[in-house]
């Protein structure tokens, strides 16, 4: 069987009984990328001395009788966790060179795990994007199309999954920017209730909006991964302090009865008519193993777009003011202070980053504060409320991820509205805090990937992950391109 095909829960099967070795499944993983990389362009640098000695590591484990999760298991990590002793840019002129001096709390997760480091993955500046086009130094590829995007801002983790040039990764997820992509790239894309997973280590973007989640071929390795990086740090305030369930437990469960909604307010103008078929299919094949239809509303949905982008840049134009050119990363010379830091990020800071530091700083400023910001937080209390409402008569919400499949590189670069658009059957889940998951539905007529998303109530993750498992079992959906196969 080809170890694309393989779940993680098979491979740490395999390297217990030694039928394969961890530096042997790094090397796999390794040779791929130098073989295929080149065309899709997903990761910034690989850790190739790093890698081999943390598989090394794995293999001596495994030789003492250890058993963990991730034991063994390579790994790609999205630009934006900060690594001990690892350069980790956020896709930013303005953070090249940095080197963290600690891990992230998710890093450390999976260190304890035995996961293997395989190198730092492609990404829209500070996450903000949605087509990879954003990053500092390259535009990541869709390993379906590579004349198209592979959405954002975790291009580079949906592009490398879907290319098999890691078993699984990490990656943020602040408007959508795990779902979209994974929908536009056909793999799986979760991301968890906010809270549940800390952000400690995360290089912030929205820190009310920012989640880190996981990106996988399977649902079974979505299971494994959130399991592994889940639950409670007290280096993080927003961290939810209750016990994280048995993911795996919850897959092999039927579904009959489960009562799914289907909000009026998802079926919007300019969605692709394939996009709309498919979904339309999809709901049919939940129904047909048992689950139960029921139509919701969610009648703010309309105001979400306009209120994330208040909120998010208001979050990061307060975040981004770190960025001076005094503590780390780049710095430019001036005549004096003030001439430093507009020199600085000036030049440190790409078109997109600085629109949205120019809007944030625009909303939070005096005389405007009342009349954006916090008029915005008052419509995300009733989006969030919207959900409360619907989840009272239904289990799980099931939407399109994108109202389009991925659309050609440079296609939207000038028209940032059109852009953010994408995002619109996303980015309500983020300001609500839910859980959604992005699972492979299907294929357009050109041959690009359409995804199906899931939405649960706060900290039902299991229950997403078994409705996937069951329309994963029954709709098998290929996730990696045959020409990127051995």
Request: a neutral charge; proline letters at 5%.
């Amino acid at each position: 069987m080809d170890i694309l095909d393989l779940t993680i829960v098979q491979l740490r099967e395999m390297l217990r009984k030694k039928e394969v070795s961890s530096v042997e499944l790094t090397e796999y993983y390794l040779n791929r990328i130098k073989k295929y990389d080149g065309e899709v362009l997903a990761y910034l640098r690989t850790t190739e001395d790093y890698a081999m000695e943390m598989a090394r590591s794995a293999d001596e484990r495994i030789g003492r009788g250890e058993d963990t999760p991730l034991l063994g298991i390579p790994l790609g990590m999205k630009d934006i966790l900060c690594t001990k002793g690892i350069e980790t840019t956020c896709g930013s002129n303005i953070l090249k060179g940095f080197v963290p001096p600690y891990d992230a709390t998710v890093i450390r997760k999976l260190k304890e795990a035995g996961f293997v480091h395989l190198g730092r993955l492609n990404m829209d500046e500070f996450a903000m994007g949605s087509s990879t086009e954003n990053s500092a130094f390259q535009t990541t590829r869709n390993p379906w199309d590579t004349t198209r995007i592979p959405g954002g801002s975790s291009g580079g983790s949906a592009a490398a999954v879907a290319s098999g040039l890691c078993t699984s990764a990490l990656g943020t997820d602040t408007g959508g920017s795990i779902r979209q992509p994974a929908g536009l790239c056909g793999v799986i894309g979760m991301k968890p209730t906010y809270g549940r997973v800390s952000r400690y280590g995360l290089v912030a973007f929205a820190s009310s909006l920012d989640q880190i989640g996981p990106f996988s071929r399977n649902v079974s390795d979505c299971a494994t991964m959130l399991g592994v990086i889940a639950g409670y740090d007290p280096m993080d305030s927003t961290s939810i302090p209750e016990a994280v369930p048995d993911y795996q437990s919850f897959l092999g469960r039927d579904i009959k009865g489960l009562r799914v909604g289907i909000p009026a307010e998802y079926s919007v103008e300019g969605m692709e008519a394939d996009v709309k078929k498919t979904y339309e299919d999809n709901l049919q094949i939940l129904r047909d193993q048992g689950a139960t239809l029921v139509d919701v509303s969610l009648p703010h949905t309309q105001y979400a777009v306009a209120t994330y982008y208040i909120i998010c840049t208001a979050e990061a134009s307060s975040n981004l003011a770190r960025y001076d050119g005094v503590k780390y990363g780049l710095r430019e010379n001036g005549k004096d202070i003030i001439d430093m830091y507009k020199k600085t990020r000036f030049k440190g800071f790409g078109k997109e980053v600085k629109r949205r530091i120019i809007l944030g700083t625009y909303v939070l400023s005096s005389g405007y504060y009342d009349a954006y910001y916090r008029k915005a937080g008052k419509v995300r209390t009733l989006i969030r409320r919207d959900f409360d409402a619907a989840f009272t008569a239904c289990d799980l919400i099931v939407t399109p991820v994108s109202p389009t499949t991925a659309f050609k590189v440079g296609e939207r670069v000038a028209d940032p509205l059109t852009m953010y658009l994408s995002d619109i059957f996303t980015i309500p889940v983020n300001l609500a805090g839910l859980p959604g998951i992005s699972i492979p539905g299907g294929f357009d007529a050109k041959g690009l990937p359409i995804g199906l998303q899931i939405i649960g109530r706060p900290l039902d993750e299991g229950r997403m992950l078994q409705a996937a498992h069951v329309f994963e079992s029954v709709k098998r959906v290929e996730t990696v391109p045959g020409r990127l196969r051995d």
